[in-house]
Every structure is written in C-alpha cells, then in structure tokens.
C-alpha cells in the first residue's frame, strides 16, 4: 500500500535555528498538508497546497512558517527561526483530488526544540 | 462555535467489553466524518469514515460508527476489545465548502485491562 514519508522521524535544534521536515506524498495524491500535535494535545491543522501554492493556512500558521514543493516529488515545512513552543509531532498528509478525502498521514517528525 | 468535541479524554475498559467512544460536532452542515487511531509514537490511522447514506459505517480492526444527525454525533464503537486496541482516538470532521482540511477532536485515550 502507497505510503506519506517523513524524513526525519526525530530532530532536535536549538532555538533560533532553522529546520526543514520532508515529506514524500503519495504520488499521484494533489492535496498535501502540514498538521502539528503538541504533545498531550489535540491534531492541528497548520496549512494545506494545492497547485503549487498555499490553499488554507491556519493562524499557527505565521511567517516563521513555509512550505514549498521543489521537485514534484518532496513536500517540505520550514521553520525559520524556532522557538521553544514549537516543539511537537509533525504530520504530513497528502490525499486525492475530488470527494474522496482519502487523507494518507505520514508517521511523522518529532521536533525537539531545546 | 464550530467544533468538534470528544467528551471522554480516558476511558479504560475490560479486555473483551464492548466499547464507545463519543464524537460530537458543531457545524451548520453536516460535515464529513471520521475516526482516526494512533499508536503511540505512531501516525494516524484511518478507521472508517462517513459521508452519506446508511448512518451505520464498518471500519477496519472490527469497529464500526453512527452518525446520528440529531444528536450531531458520530459515536464509534466495538463489540469486544482487545488489548492491541489500546491507543489514542481522534474524531476528524472536514467541513463542507471549507477547503477539505480535518479538523480533529481532542482525543480519547483507550485502556485496555486484562
């Protein structure tokens, strides 16, 4: 079965630094978003692309934040100068075009900000 | 406010007992349903979801859900548990006409007792 890869399963930076979380979606899936879960604490919705842009982002969601699609195969997040609070799992997710909402998660990365 | 709720932030129940977990939603239209499960240290797991048609949807691992429009609940349950089921459990709804992205419940923790 098709599976969301997440490079790396763990990281851990220091504050202020910049840090990149891969994702290789599925590969015939258009759809693709970023959700965080602080530890302890619900699954948020943080942004969603379509068509190589942005279609949704959430209010977490803040200029520290980009994604971008480089190549046509990886979906990455950037986080530009972090902070403590960003600490979390981070899960990516891709799904098809159309009604389905067939969202596939990846296992995720969890970002240790120290 | 539109939300989605998940009374239960803990259940424990008895390996064997049947099982049900709560999920209420606040939406104007009814939303797209789903259950999601994770292990710990793991991502999410679709377990079924609802879209339309027959109120009562079969998932993998044995569960299955009701969406009930009057209550605006879509309560999962299972009829005997076993001691693998013990893991988080997320109700997600993607509300129509609001660009596709889930938005999830708190989260119930599931026990297993021998």
């Known amino acids: 079965e098709p599976e969301v890869t997440q490079t790396p399963s763990h990281q851990v930076t220091q504050m202020g630094q910049e840090v990149i979380l891969r994702c290789v979606p599925i590969s015939n899936h258009l759809y693709f978003y970023w959700y965080r879960q602080i530890l302890g604490q619900k699954v948020e919705f943080l942004v969603s692309f379509y068509n190589n842009e942005i279609s949704e982002k959430s209010e977490i969601f803040d200029d520290q934040f980009s994604v971008e699609r480089p190549d046509g195969s990886n979906f990455t997040l950037k986080i530009r100068s972090t902070k403590l609070e960003d600490s979390a799992m981070y899960f990516c997710?891709?799904?098809?075009?159309?009604?389905?909402?067939?969202?596939?998660f990846g296992s995720g990365t969890r970002l240790t900000v120290v | 406010a539109q939300s989605v709720t998940q009374p239960d932030i803990h259940i424990t129940v008895s390996e064997g007992a049947s099982l049900e977990l709560r999920c209420n939603y606040s939406?104007?239209?009814?939303?797209?349903l789903f259950w999601y499960v994770q292990s710990p240290g793991q991502g999410l797991q679709l377990l079924l979801k609802y879209f339309s048609g027959d109120t009562l949807v079969q998932g993998i691992k044995g569960f299955e859900a009701e969406f009930k429009r009057s209550q605006s609940s879509f309560n999962l349950r299972k009829p005997s548990v076993h001691w693998s089921d013990a893991a988080e459990y997320f109700c997600a709804v993607v509300p129509t006409g609001q660009g596709g992205k889930l938005i999830f419940g708190q989260g119930t923790e599931l026990s297993v007792k021998p």
């Open positions: 939406y104007g239209a009814t939303p797209y």
């Open positions: 997710a891709s799904r098809v075009a159309g009604g389905n909402y067939g969202y596939t």
